[in-house]
């Protein structure tokens, strides 16, 4: 039969088997292998030396540091991400596609050079903090600083989740929302807003789940200091430098399963979503 199903139907890729065969393949090599390597270093202690090493005082305040602060920054992108995707494909105006490019700068930019050069231009004499600076606040060394360069680093996974979903929705439904009656901002949350949320919601997850790992770009401006800007990556980070394999595997198991179950929890929303669209 070749490259036609059993009702005749031609298929683009072939063989389930092997295309199944090399998509486990690859998930072991660079997802399962990896985890599966913390188990075997956790396996040598004892569950109470893990819970030890996970909720030490100031491994609990990293904690506190990194998901308030990736939550912070996840929302404002949410937020601010819908609104560039929605300049980028409802208007046309001079260097668009510059901007647009602009947008995924964040991912080829080196995220220690991008810490380095937010840390300058947020100290009190930089261009940015000396802004801030006749107010009273501090960005550089502080939790608003960790905040700054999470939202500049996840600020491209909530651009790219909704664009595509706007430039299939057009600008249609909107006209005919707004040929019926609906107003400018009923016809937002009663049109355009369920059709978006599904993507804002990937958008979310993502630049969460990449701020609660983020290392590069905020070790230089949250300064580090214990149980007031210490993040979990550069606890992670001590621990290995101090050959304590034991303790970064065990902080490092429970930032995963915070990750997994922000992912989880989200595509559990998803799929409700969608569930109730259909229905």
């Known amino acids: 039969m070749g490259a036609f199903g059993k009702r005749g139907k031609a298929r683009v890729i072939p063989g389930f088997g092997l295309s199944m065969g090399i998509t486990v393949s690859m998930v072991s090599l660079i997802v399962i292998v990896p985890m599966l390597s913390i188990l075997v270093i956790l396996s040598g ?10 909720t030490e005082r100031k491994v609990l305040a990293a ?21 560039l995707a929605w300049c980028l494909v409802r208007y046309k105006f001079p260097g668009r596609r510059l901007l647009d490019g602009f947008i995924e700068l964040p ?3 080196p995220t220690a050079v991008a810490g380095i050069a937010l840390t300058t231009l947020c100290l009190p004499d930089g261009w940015i903090g000396r802004l801030f600076t006749g107010f009273g606040i501090s960005i ?10 999470l939202i500049f680093i996840g600020i491209p996974f909530v651009v790219r989740s909704v664009q595509p979903v706007l430039e299939k929705l057009g600008p ?20 355009i807003f369920p059709e978006i949320m599904p993507a804002a919601l990937t958008g979310f997850g993502l630049a969460f789940a990449r701020g609660l790992g983020e290392y590069g ?7 580090n200091i214990p149980y007031k800007t210490q993040i979990v990556p550069l606890l992670i980070m001590s621990k290995l430098e101090q050959f304590n394999y034991g303790d970064a595997a065990a902080i490092a198991l429970v ?15 998803q799929s409700k979503i969608s569930k109730a669209e259909k229905g």
Do not use: H, P
């Open 45 to 54: 202690m004892s569950l109470a030396d893990i819970w030890k090493a996970a």
């Open 63 to 83: 904690y506190w540091v990194s998901l308030s602060a990736s939550f912070i920054a996840a929302v404002v992108n949410s937020v601010f991400g819908v609104i």
């Open 107 to 109: 991912f080829a930019l």
């Open 140 to 149: 550089s060394y502080t939790r608003i600083g960790i905040t700054v360069a």
């Open 172 to 191: 249609e439904c909107e006209e005919a929302a707004q040929m019926l009656g609906a107003s400018k901002t009923r016809t937002f949350f009663k049109v």
């Open 217 to 223: 770009s905020v070790i230089f401006i949250a300064g």
């Open 255 to 269: 930032m995963i399963l915070f990750s997994f179950f922000i992912l989880f929890a989200i595509n559990l929303a």
